[in-house]
């Protein structure tokens, strides 16, 4: 069975690493899918099209920028007549696992609240009045595991995330839309790689000792966007492999 069968679906960052697999599950699963991002993503919604036989359509979109994540949606619109699903999947942790609070450049901290922070509410403001007119919504944010420390400045943002998703969830409750967050643990990605030097040390915390991947959230997230998640919203859930079971 296609599980989003014609649903409309935008994913946020999606030109590469989990956004990318986000878009091509979707697609897998029945839905036309809108895949956003800063940079190129021809091969990306290319790639997502082959996938489900659906209609991927990529778009260049800043996340942070109000006009910006207004005409991702009017994209959304035009091409499909409605929004069912958003993924607030566009993040930055560039430098900043490792930055600390005193030493934390300022061009990092501006860079990561603009995206993660303010990207995810832009796209929230830009998406909800489309949701509205269909009665129906599931905006999806994404936090992190490093959510839990106060140290970390990327942490800070994504608890932020967490956060504003309650608000959010509360504000558009009688619309038929909600809104959760998936807090992913280490997944097995170009930048989780590249950035963690520490990631067989954050691998041996989790219960379960392994990465994660893109399939063990996306799971989640097709359980939280269903019809039959009607009444869960406001909620962060931890796919991390057990790493916060203390
Ligand atoms: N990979 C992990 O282990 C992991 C763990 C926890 C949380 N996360 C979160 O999952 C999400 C995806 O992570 P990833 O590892 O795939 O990251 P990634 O860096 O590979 O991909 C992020 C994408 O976001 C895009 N992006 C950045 N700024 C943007 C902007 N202003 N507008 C639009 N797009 C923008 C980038 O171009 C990139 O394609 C992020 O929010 C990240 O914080 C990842």
Known sequence: MSRFQDR????????????????????????????????????AAEEASAEGGQRCIGVEADVTDRASTDAMVA?????????DVLVNNAGLWRGLNEAGLLECPD???????????????????????????GGFGRVINISSMAARSG???YGLTKNAVEHMTRGMAREVGGDGITVNCIAPGISAFEAAQSQLTNADQVVAGNAIKRMGTSADLYEAMVYLCSEQASWVTGETFHIDGGAGAH
């Open 107 to 133: 061009e990092i901290w501006d860079a990561a609240w603009a995206v993660n922070v303010t990207g995810s509410l832009r796209c929230y403001q830009s998406a909800v009045p489309l949701m509205r007119e």
């Open 151 to 153: 140290s970390n400045p």
């Open 8 to 43: 409309v679906v935008i994913v946020t960052g999606a030109a590469r690493g989990l956004g990318r697999d986000y878009a091509r599950y979707f697609a897998r699963d029945g839905a036309n899918v809108v895949l956003a991002d800063v940079k190129g993503t021809e091969s």
């Open 75 to 83: 994209a959304a619109r035009d091409a499909f007549g409605r929004l």
